[in-house]
């Protein structure tokens, strides 16, 4: 399995991050609490592309989520070794190498940790929001349903058409995927794979595919907003999740 050069291109958003780096269940997290009241049962955990706590952009788009009223918890899935801004440009990174130092066994193994921990704290109901690299072990723990609700975009290291079938099988989360036009990870026939399998009612708990044209992957998190139709795809990929998490969660 490898990751596409889609994964390494992107620009920087402005902002400053307003949640707390923190320590849940002994993995260091990045933590955004909503300002108001909110459910305290119910967390969702944002799982990362491959630049996890260090990019801006996968902070900021946490602090989106909880100011729409969720607790969202964001663990380094990659134990301090999340790949550097810089190679957005650099183009230099071997993608081979640093895969194989995070396997799926280890990243599952993290988020499981956290939800442990915060299961302690009386959390019960857990949704995921998973991009690129971090839609992977999200399927994965849907699989098992220790996952309420899941919504992935720009989905990497899926095995199409195996894992889609074996969410329609296995998994009782609904499912929200947010696609687009230029995705090797996810390309077309994938998505109307997708569309094939889970949708039209197929899939009991839920299943919702948007779509956005103009867009490449990595567009709802590292997007490039000076494009009319990125901007608007990385604007309606963040609110279809927001409704999706709302309705199911």
Known sequence: MSLCSHCVAGV???????????????????VA???GD?????????????FGLKLQNNLL????YARNGFKVVEPDLFEGDA????????GKVDFGAWLAKHGMDRVVGIIRTVIDALKAEGVTKFAAVGFCFGARPAFDLAFNN???????????LLQIP???EKYASQSKAPLLINSCETDPQFPIDAQAKADEILGGGKFAPGYVRTYWEGCTHGFAVRGDI???????????????TVEFLIKHL
């Open 162 to 164: 195996a894992d889609l």
């Open 61 to 64: 788009l946490a602090d989106d």
């Open 226 to 240: 000076s494009d009319p139709k990125v901007k608007a795809g990385k604007e309606g990929a963040f609110k279809a």
């Open 12 to 30: 920087r958003h402005e902002g400053t991050p307003e949640g707390q780096f923190t320590k849940v269940g002994g993995v260091d997290s990045y």
């Open 33 to 35: 609490t909503p300002k």
């Open 83 to 90: 790949l550097p801004e810089d190679a957005l440009h650099s």
């Open 146 to 156: 220790e996952l309420q609700v899941v919504a992935v975009s720009h989905p990497s």
């Open 38 to 50: 909110y459910p305290k049962d119910k967390v969702v955990l944002f799982l990362s592309d491959v």
